[in-house]
């Protein structure tokens, strides 16, 4: 009975590691804590039980850390920066914990298994990812405007906090949705002053769902997406006893405030009964808003997605001192890029050189990849990013600090000298 109740455990431990990075992050009421259970499984060595428990959390702490990680950062971004996730930030996995505690633990068929329930501090993660410039303000989440009317039935006419004659007011909707985006790392254009005055950037709302206003608004405000729309709840014809029935229905538009185009849309719908009409309310537009803010968010993600990794063109310049070997490092470096389309040389000179990108992405999102690459003896400096050049510079161990690659690990010594002996043509 006793080996059964092991396995059935062991089990299902497993299946919570494997289930929960492809499900929907839980995040605390805060924004910055993310909250999760993961698992841990290492071999036990001279019989000594203990230390193997301290590993085994240590591990199921790193798998925390990782999907808090996951959790920042589109698919894309996370696939691209494996070597980041193992070399720099597992490795200090237990400086982003807040708190954890083990949910069990047991010895099982040579090895230790635990489960921990941990606490990881999302803000120091995030300013490890932006220090790395793996992720920017603004750039890999979208900052976002929301302008969502509500009308209940003792509203006469919809309330907003925009256009002509808004009236102060509190949508349930609205405040759902934002607590939404907090939680998944999507910056609001509102800020925490309240609402902005249209009339401080003069500019004049038509009416209420005036579209050119609204995105001249998020594009005075610095947001990349505007999402104008309506939330409204109203009696049902149904009726269950004497509880009454209400229906919510949301209905929002994203648009993109640099092309100025419609990109998505969002409809949702709820039904909640209760004896009184302020309750049934409240529940119908929750539930509607929790849908919305669900389906917003994965196409605002989806979206964005496509957006930062749309291709472009652009050239490469290199340069700096024992250029060949170094430029060879580089590209060979270059090569593990998965956004890189195309490579093409342009032109090469004893200390210099110029190659022709095709890139998912911009040569800033270009830039960012390139810092992340470690080598054996000297770092990189970007001089320069421009919409048509990124200047790439080779610059000496130990140069003072905040220079690009100083506290970047080093490429096992292996691996240097088969770069440096190789006699790889640097045209190719």
Known sequence: MGKQYRQVLSIT???????????????????????????????????????????????????????AFASLVTRQVFASNLE???DRL?????????????????????SYLVGVESKVDLARVRQRLEKARIIRAGQEKPVVLLLIAEQTPKDILPRYWWGNNPEPYTSLAEDMIKKQMAGHGIPLAQGNGGYPDPGFYAIKFQDIYDVKAAMDLGKALGADLVVLGKAGASESSNRMGDATAFDAVIELTVFDTASK???RKVRTGATASSQTAREGIVASLTQAAEKAALDLRQKIDAFWAQKLRKESQFDVAVEG?????????????LKEIREIVNMQPKEIASESAVMELLYKGSP???ADAVLLKTFEGFGLEITEVTPDTVTIRFVEEGQPPGSPGQDEPEL????TRQQENTDENPLD
Do not use: H, W
């Not at 096992?412 to 691996?415: D, Y």
């Open 90 to 110: 597992i490795p200090g996995a237990s400086e982003y914990v807040a708190t954890y505690r083990v949910l069990n633990g047991l010895a099982y068929k040579g």
């Open 321 to 333: 001192e024992d250029f060949l070997p170094r430029f060879i490092a580089l590209k060979r470096r």
């Open 84 to 86: 980041f996730l193992y």
């Open 13 to 67: 431990l497993m299946v919570v590691c494997v289930m929960l990075p492809a499900a929907v992050p839980a995040v605390a009421a805060v924004p910055d804590v993310f909250i999760g259970v993961t698992t841990g499984q290492v071999k036990v060595y001279n019989e000594d039980i203990p230390g193997a428990r301290r590993r085994a959390v240590d591990q199921a702490l790193e798998l925390a850390v990782q999907n």
């Open 261 to 263: 185009k419609e990109v």
């Open 364 to 366: 800033a999102q270009f």
């Open 412 to 415: 096992p010594v292996e691996e």
